[in-house]
């Protein structure tokens, strides 16, 4: 199958390849408490930060 | 990655996002090169290529400056990501146009990796704020 040697569809492509590659990995991290731990700016004494 | 997290900074009594903020910003400078029409960039992407990336690229300036005016973090979640779609967009025209070692290139490839980081930060900081 050839692949689109068009400028805008290989772009395109690429793009939307690395937001799915990162959505990925984002799924993969670990998420809350795991982050806030390897977080060594924070401290447990730290206030919760904003939400906005 | 500390320096990337929002700061104490205000501005219209919003907190300032230091990371956030300089995309916009870029990414506001690459929308107005492409519809200006006069720069290197928009004379080598004066087809639909150009007009698309000019597109995705207020966009993304609309959602990240909408999210950061109305905290929304959705907004500006997805301000993110469409800025790392343009940029990564970007790069690959620049490189496959011109040559490998085109610095604009890799350099619209370095603002995808910042809008990427941004949204994994973030992201994560949802999850622990929710906790």
Redesign the interface.
């Known amino acids: 199958m050839p692949w689109p040697s068009n400028?805008?569809t290989?772009?395109?492509l690429?793009?939307?390849l690395?937001?799915l590659g990162?959505r990925l990995?984002?799924w993969v991290?670990p998420?809350?408490?795991h982050?806030?731990r390897a977080d060594h700016?924070s401290t447990p004494d730290d206030p919760?930060?904003?939400?906005? | 990655v500390?320096a990337l997290?929002?700061t104490a900074w205000r501005a219209f009594g919003?907190?300032v996002r230091p990371g956030a903020f300089v995309l916009t910003l870029v990414t506001a400078i690459l929308g107005a090169s492409l519809l200006a029409g006069v720069t290197t960039l928009s004379r080598l992407l004066d087809?639909?290529?150009g007009l698309?990336?000019a597109a995705a690229a207020w966009f993304t300036v609309g959602l990240l400056t909408g999210g950061w005016w109305a905290?929304n973090?959705r907004a500006l979640h997805a301000g993110l990501?469409f800025a790392?779609?343009?940029w990564?967009?970007?790069?690959?025209?620049v490189i496959?146009?011109t040559d490998w070692w085109s610095l604009l290139g890799w350099m619209s490839v370095c603002w995808?990796l910042l809008a990427?980081l941004l949204?994994?930060q973030d992201?994560?900081?949802?999850?622990?704020?929710?906790?």
């Open positions: 400028d805008l290989d772009g395109g690429v793009g939307l690395f937001v990162v990995i984002d991290l998420r809350g408490r982050w806030r700016y919760p930060e904003e939400d906005t | 500390n997290r929002p919003r907190p087809g639909p290529s698309v990336i905290s973090r990501l790392a779609w343009t990564a967009c970007l790069g690959t025209i496959a146009d995808a990427a949204w994994l992201r994560r900081r949802t999850h622990a704020v929710a906790e």
